[in-house]
Protein backbone atom coordinates (compact mmCIF):
# COMPACT_ATOMS: atom_id res chain seq x y z
CA UNK A 1 0.00 0.00 0.00
CA UNK A 2 0.90 3.56 -0.49
CA UNK A 3 0.55 5.16 2.35
CA UNK A 4 0.46 8.71 1.06
CA UNK A 5 -2.41 8.09 -1.64
CA UNK A 6 -3.91 5.17 -0.32
CA UNK A 7 -3.54 3.34 -3.58
CA UNK A 8 -3.69 -0.30 -2.57
CA UNK A 9 -1.64 -2.70 -5.17
CA UNK A 10 -2.04 -6.76 -5.24
CA UNK A 11 0.28 -9.42 -6.04
CA UNK A 12 -1.81 -12.59 -7.78
CA UNK A 13 0.22 -15.57 -7.36
CA UNK A 14 -1.52 -17.92 -9.82
CA UNK A 15 -1.04 -15.01 -12.49
CA UNK A 16 2.32 -13.83 -11.65
CA UNK A 17 0.81 -10.34 -11.97
CA UNK A 18 0.37 -7.70 -9.77
CA UNK A 19 -2.51 -5.19 -9.47
CA UNK A 20 -4.10 -1.83 -8.46
CA UNK A 21 -7.17 -1.61 -6.44
CA UNK A 22 -9.36 0.90 -7.64
CA UNK A 23 -10.16 4.01 -5.42
CA UNK A 24 -13.70 2.92 -5.26
CA UNK A 25 -12.45 -1.15 -4.74
CA UNK A 26 -14.77 -2.31 -7.66
CA UNK A 27 -12.07 -2.70 -10.11
CA UNK A 28 -8.06 -4.62 -10.54
CA UNK A 29 -6.02 -3.17 -13.17
CA UNK A 30 -3.07 -4.79 -14.05
CA UNK A 31 -0.08 -2.95 -13.13
CA UNK A 32 2.68 -5.89 -14.62
CA UNK A 33 2.55 -9.37 -15.74
CA UNK A 34 6.12 -11.23 -15.05
CA UNK A 35 6.96 -14.02 -16.72
CA UNK A 36 9.93 -16.53 -14.87
CA UNK A 37 10.78 -19.07 -17.55
CA UNK A 38 10.74 -22.58 -15.86
CA UNK A 39 9.10 -21.04 -12.62
CA UNK A 40 7.09 -23.58 -10.72
CA UNK A 41 2.47 -23.63 -9.82
CA UNK A 42 2.35 -22.48 -6.49
CA UNK A 43 6.18 -20.96 -5.44
CA UNK A 44 5.69 -17.48 -7.27
CA UNK A 45 4.74 -14.04 -6.12
CA UNK A 46 4.46 -14.02 -2.69
CA UNK A 47 4.85 -10.60 -0.94
CA UNK A 48 4.48 -7.24 -2.14
CA UNK A 49 5.75 -3.53 -0.57
CA UNK A 50 5.98 -0.38 -1.63
CA UNK A 51 8.19 2.18 -1.50
CA UNK A 52 9.37 5.73 -3.46
CA UNK A 53 7.81 5.16 -6.86
CA UNK A 54 9.16 1.57 -7.12
CA UNK A 55 7.05 -2.25 -5.99
CA UNK A 56 9.26 -4.57 -4.52
CA UNK A 57 7.76 -8.54 -4.95
CA UNK A 58 9.12 -11.26 -3.48
CA UNK A 59 9.08 -14.44 -5.89
CA UNK A 60 8.91 -17.45 -3.28
CA UNK A 61 11.22 -20.30 -4.53
CA UNK A 62 12.27 -21.25 -8.25
CA UNK A 63 14.42 -19.07 -8.31
CA UNK A 64 14.44 -16.82 -4.62
CA UNK A 65 14.27 -13.37 -6.22
CA UNK A 66 13.32 -10.02 -6.06
CA UNK A 67 11.79 -7.77 -8.16
CA UNK A 68 11.94 -4.34 -8.21
CA UNK A 69 9.20 -2.39 -10.65
CA UNK A 70 9.43 1.30 -11.17
CA UNK A 71 6.03 2.64 -11.28
CA UNK A 72 6.89 6.15 -12.99
CA UNK A 73 8.61 4.28 -15.60
CA UNK A 74 7.36 1.09 -15.93
CA UNK A 75 10.45 -0.69 -15.82
CA UNK A 76 11.45 -4.14 -14.04
CA UNK A 77 14.18 -5.25 -12.46
CA UNK A 78 15.50 -8.20 -10.32
CA UNK A 79 18.24 -10.17 -8.29
CA UNK A 80 18.19 -13.40 -7.08
CA UNK A 81 17.74 -13.77 -3.20
CA UNK A 82 20.49 -16.34 -3.14
CA UNK A 83 20.64 -16.82 1.37
CA UNK A 84 16.72 -17.49 1.44
CA UNK A 85 15.36 -20.43 0.00
CA UNK A 86 11.52 -19.88 0.80
CA UNK A 87 10.71 -16.11 0.56
CA UNK A 88 7.39 -15.59 2.07
CA UNK A 89 7.08 -11.81 2.52
CA UNK A 90 8.43 -8.73 1.78
CA UNK A 91 8.14 -5.49 4.00
CA UNK A 92 9.69 -2.18 3.42
CA UNK A 93 11.46 -0.34 6.56
CA UNK A 94 11.02 3.44 6.03
CA UNK A 95 13.10 4.43 9.19
CA UNK A 96 16.46 3.41 6.76
CA UNK A 97 14.97 2.31 4.06
CA UNK A 98 15.91 -1.11 3.46
CA UNK A 99 13.47 -4.27 2.84
CA UNK A 100 13.21 -7.61 5.64
CA UNK A 101 12.35 -11.24 4.53
CA UNK A 102 10.68 -13.85 6.04
CA UNK A 103 11.39 -17.99 4.75
CA UNK A 104 9.43 -20.12 6.02
CA UNK A 105 11.28 -23.09 5.27
CA UNK A 106 15.06 -21.41 7.09
CA UNK A 107 12.30 -20.12 9.85
CA UNK A 108 14.27 -16.44 9.50
CA UNK A 109 14.06 -13.04 9.18
CA UNK A 110 16.64 -11.13 6.90
CA UNK A 111 17.32 -7.37 6.66
CA UNK A 112 18.31 -6.09 3.65
CA UNK A 113 19.32 -3.57 1.19
CA UNK A 114 16.80 -2.39 -1.73
CA UNK A 115 19.24 -4.56 -3.49
CA UNK A 116 18.91 -7.72 -1.53
CA UNK A 117 22.15 -7.14 0.13
CA UNK A 118 22.05 -9.17 3.29
CA UNK A 119 22.59 -6.77 6.20
CA UNK A 120 21.61 -9.53 9.08
CA UNK A 121 19.78 -12.20 9.87
CA UNK A 122 17.36 -13.83 13.28
CA UNK A 123 16.13 -17.26 13.49
CA UNK A 124 12.56 -17.66 14.19
CA UNK A 125 11.98 -21.38 14.64
CA UNK A 126 9.02 -20.36 17.00
CA UNK A 127 7.11 -19.81 14.06
CA UNK A 128 6.35 -23.35 12.03
CA UNK A 129 5.23 -21.54 8.67
CA UNK A 130 5.94 -17.87 8.36
CA UNK A 131 3.71 -16.08 6.16
CA UNK A 132 3.32 -12.61 6.60
CA UNK A 133 5.70 -10.14 7.70
CA UNK A 134 5.94 -6.60 9.58
CA UNK A 135 8.20 -4.84 10.75
CA UNK A 136 8.23 -2.10 13.94
CA UNK A 137 11.22 -0.55 13.96
CA UNK A 138 10.47 2.29 16.55
CA UNK A 139 9.40 -0.57 18.80
CA UNK A 140 12.13 -3.53 17.76
CA UNK A 141 9.80 -5.87 17.04
CA UNK A 142 8.57 -8.43 14.22
CA UNK A 143 5.09 -9.47 13.33
CA UNK A 144 4.69 -12.36 11.83
CA UNK A 145 1.61 -14.25 10.49
CA UNK A 146 1.86 -18.07 10.57
CA UNK A 147 -0.24 -20.18 8.01
CA UNK A 148 -0.12 -23.06 9.49
CA UNK A 149 -2.04 -21.99 12.83
CA UNK A 150 -3.06 -18.82 11.92
CA UNK A 151 -1.08 -16.93 14.77
CA UNK A 152 -0.03 -13.81 15.11
CA UNK A 153 3.62 -13.68 16.66
CA UNK A 154 5.64 -10.80 18.22
CA UNK A 155 9.20 -11.19 18.04
CA UNK A 156 11.46 -8.94 19.83
CA UNK A 157 14.18 -7.67 17.13
CA UNK A 158 17.85 -8.55 18.08
CA UNK A 159 19.40 -7.31 15.01
Given at each position: ?????G????????????????????????I????I???M????????????D?L?????A??????????S???????D??????????????????????????????????N??L?????????????????D???????????????????????
Amino acid sequence: MNYKNGTIYLADEGLMTIFQLSSNEEKLSEIVEISIPNSMVNKGLEGLAYCLDTLYIANQASPTRLFKYCLSSKKLSFQDVSFATYLSDVCFDDSDNTLWFVDSKKQMIFHCTLNAELIASQSITMVKKAEALFIDRKNNIAWVGCDDTGLLYKINLTI
